[in-house]
Each structure stands twice: as C-alpha cells, then as structure tokens.
C-alpha cells in the first residue's frame, strides 16, 4: 500500500515541477472545488478518508467500495450570495452484483443567471440608453463517472482504490464556450478505528480549450470601447492532492465521534494559506461528526485559512487568521437521510451564509426489504 500511495505522489509531483509549473492558470475550474454533500460541506471538506456513500465519486473514488447491496442516489442544491449563484450536485452509485466494485455518475453545475450585458449601453452619439441592457447567463458543468474496486485485504485492513473520468463544459452567454477533460485517483485504507485516505485530482493535467463567438457588430463595439477581443485559448489546470485521515471514536454504544483532517497541496504557486512555498502550497480541513445511533448526526468544520488585514488596523498594516466556519446537521431514517449543513463564505466581520440542503437514498428492491423484515 505504502508503493501505491509513494508512485501516486510522485506522479503528481513529477506533472508540476518547474518547467511547466507556470503555464497553469491558478484557481482554474474552481466550481469543481466547491464540495458535493451536506455532510461532506458540514464538516469543512475534510472528507478524503472517510466518505463511503455516493458523494465519493466527488470527493474520492475509492469510497464508492462501500456501496454493496443496492444503488444510491444523492442530491443537493445550495445558492451562494443571497441567491445570485446556485450551485446543484447529483449522483447515483451502482455496485457490481460481485459486491467488490462500484460505478457512479455524478453531474455538478454552477450557474450565475440574469447577469446585465452592458455591450450595447452607450448609443452612437454617446448617450445612455439603459432599455439597451441585455442579460445572459454563465454556467460551470462537470460530468463525472466513477469506478471503484476493492483491494486484497492486508493485516485486515480494508484497501480500495477508484478512478474518475470527467467531462467539462463552461458556457458564459453565446459569446464564449469550453470543453475539457480530466483524471481523477484516489485510494482508501480502513481499520476498525483508523481511515487513511488520498485523492489525486487533475492527475493528467486537466485542461479547458475555450472558443469565442462575437458578431461584426459586438466587435466593432468591443474595439471603440477599447475592450481586447479574445481568441481561442486553452485553460490548464494543475494537479492537486489532498491526504487525509480519521479516527473513529466510540464513546458509547449509542454515542460515536469521527473526527478527520485533510491537507490540500496546490501545485500552480503560492496561495494564500498556511503553508506557501513555491510551487506548493498546503491548505488544512479539519471536521468532525458526532452520531447518536447512526440515525441523528451533529456536524462542525473549519477550513480555508488566510492570512487578512485586521478590520481595525486603519494603517493596513496588522495582518490575522482567519478561516471559514462550518456546521451541519443530519438524520437517517430506513433508507433515506437527509442533511443539512451552514456555511459561511467570507470572513467573520462581513458574513455571507449558505444554507446547503442534501438528499440520500437507497434504491432498495421490495424483495430486499421483505427480506430483511423476514429476519
């Protein structure tokens, strides 16, 4: 395991040293970094070793193992800054009948509607005429599909690796269009107690190849107004790793607390988080979960630590930490759970709040279900 997990590291590194490190475009496609799950946005993100439902197409492939007995469905819808983006996921897990291997289809999209179009504002002899706003919209979509095998038990540890193949598409109006393509790892070990975890994103470099489409007429507005008049352009995206672990706690028998910490290394240069360095940078998630029966869950995060200047510093001189706060909730019922997480977006003197709704369900078959109530 320790091989798999050093060839995996080294591939990533190897895709971002120095001599092409700098053709990557930082924070490139950062829709596909939101999270998908309630559960997964309750705890801060920090969930690489410990996802096991539907959502680990997203967040780690090699979590998909644990779905055996029937397919499972996830959904979730949250909207960011009062509603001006929504952000939706959707998901359906599929295991194999060998119950050693999962599929899974994912869909996530971005969107940001209703946004002014001032390209026509001005009249020829210069005057403003505001009935000339038009409006369009700008969307991110990511589709996912997902594999995942379990691996020969090693000392009883249970071993799992998954891959992703994604597809991209971006649209911002009728002016301008993106496809791309991407590859994700990602492996899983798990003792009674102890879950490891690691996920290599854009391991094949993910890229975007963007084509623009302007009239005669949006040109020649766009050259008076001395706006560039963009070309096609090809968008990379650097490779990203994040390693994380978690343990288990029993407290009762009805009372467990899982607690997990993930590290997220950027390879496209320094970041604003707690370790810079160049070209790496490492961002922490921290999150925990406490369960009551494994039917009622509270949840708790932080994550995305910036250096920021002090609200009272009038000299902008004073620098402080700051992160990002996160909470949730949740209860599971048969077959059929559903989360809810709180998070805040900016820092903590100009809050801006998201209320991120999640659905799991498990398609059981009416025999499966008498089956078990036979029992």
């Known amino acids: 395991m320790k091989k798999l997990f050093a060839r995996i590291v080294l591939v990533v590194l190897f895709c971002c040293n120095r001599d092409v490190y700098g053709q990557f475009r930082k924070y490139s496609n950062e829709f596909l970094n939101i999270g998908a799950g309630a559960r997964g946005l309750g705890m801060g993100g920090a969930q690489?070793?410990?996802?096991?439902?539907?959502n680990a197409g997203y967040w780690n492939p090699a979590g998909?193992?644990?779905?055996?007995?029937?397919p499972v469905v996830n959904l979730m819808h949250a909207e960011y800054f009062s509603g001006i983006g929504k952000y939706d996921y959707g998901s359906v897990a599929i295991p194999l009948s060998d119950k050693k291997r999962t599929i899974g289809l994912s869909l996530l999209r971005f969107g940001v509607d209703d946004i002014p179009n001032t390209l026509y504002l001005l009249e020829p002899d210069g005057s403003i005429n505001y009935n000339n706003i038009r409006s369009f919209s700008s969307a991110d979509y990511a589709f996912l599909v997902s594999y995942g095998q379990s691996l020969k038990p090693i000392d009883n540890k249970l071993l799992s690796f998954g891959v992703n193949a994604k597809v991209i598409h971006r649209t911002v109006g009728s002016f301008a269009r993106a496809w791309g393509f991407g590859i994700d790892a990602g492996f899983q070990m798990q003792t009674p107690k102890w879950r490891l975890g690691i996920a290599a994103r854009d391991v094949t470099t993910t890229f975007n190849a963007w084509s623009f489409s302007f009239t005669d007429e949006e040109k020649e507005v766009l050259y008076l107004t001395d706006n560039e008049i963009p070309v096609k352009s090809t968008e990379l995206t650097a490779p990203r790793l994040v390693l994380g672990g978690a343990y288990d706690f029993t407290l009762n028998k009805?009372?467990?607390l899982l607690a997990e910490a993930n590290l997220d290394l950027t390879f496209d240069?320094?970041?604003n988080v707690v370790i810079t360095t160049n070209p790496v940078s490492i961002d922490p998630r921290f999150g925990v979960e406490l369960g009551y029966k494994d039917l009622i869950f509270v949840r708790g995060g932080i994550y995305n630590?910036?250096?920021a200047l002090?609200?009272?510093d009038t000299l902008n001189q004073k620098k402080v930490w700051i992160y990002q706060?996160?909470?949730?909730?949740?209860?599971k019922l048969k077959h059929v759970a559903i989360d809810y997480a709180f998070t805040n977006l900016a820092n903590q003197s100009n809050p801006l709040y998201t209320h991120i709704f999640s659905l799991k369900l498990d398609l059981v078959k009416k025999e499966s279900v008498k089956n078990v109530k036979a029992k």
Request: glycine residues 16%.
């Open 48 to 54: 690489v070793a410990s996802v096991q439902d539907g």
């Open 64 to 70: 998909l193992v644990h779905i055996r007995d029937f």
């Open 254 to 256: 009805t009372l467990h």
């Open 269 to 271: 240069g320094k970041r």
């Open 305 to 307: 630590f910036q250096r």
């Open 310 to 312: 002090a609200d009272g």
């Open 325 to 331: 706060p996160s909470l949730g909730a949740g209860f």
